[in-house]
């Protein structure tokens, strides 16, 4: 049974796939879930006023709660995607990371660099990539 879980979202209807797929992991009663949402980084020649708006993440929090029987939570954080979900991942200890990916392939996934596909590379635990 899994007892730590990141399940990384983006807010997209891709997001909903991937939520759907926890109905299938066994997660202890005594684990804990936690959805995270990686802001992009701010690039320099951006106003420092620009909005950088979230999703809204309660929806995703609320349906975790219904299906899982263990604590679950949001973490927002800020940088490169797949490195913050990488790194955050080891320090709460996660067993698992769930994440989406958009389907990308060949040349494509190369120039649009694959967040999925860098964490499957990088992550310190076993890696769901589910496909949206």
Known sequence: MLK????AVDG??????VLQSLRWLQVSHDGQVQLVYVHPPIVADSPLDAPHPEPDLAP??????????CACSIK?????????IVAWAGVIG???ILIGSRGLTGVERILRRSVSAQVV???PCAVL???G
Request: aromatic residues 2%; glycine residues 8%; hydrophobic residues 50%.
């Open 4 to 7: 730590t879980m990141l399940v």
């Open 12 to 17: 997209s209807g891709a997001a909903q796939g």
């Open 60 to 69: 995703c929090l609320a349906f975790c709660q219904q299906i899982l029987p």
């Open 76 to 84: 927002i954080l800020t940088g490169d995607p797949a490195e913050e």
């Open 94 to 96: 996660a067993q698992l």
């Open 121 to 123: 590379a990088d992550a």
């Open 129 to 131: 990539v589910v496909h």
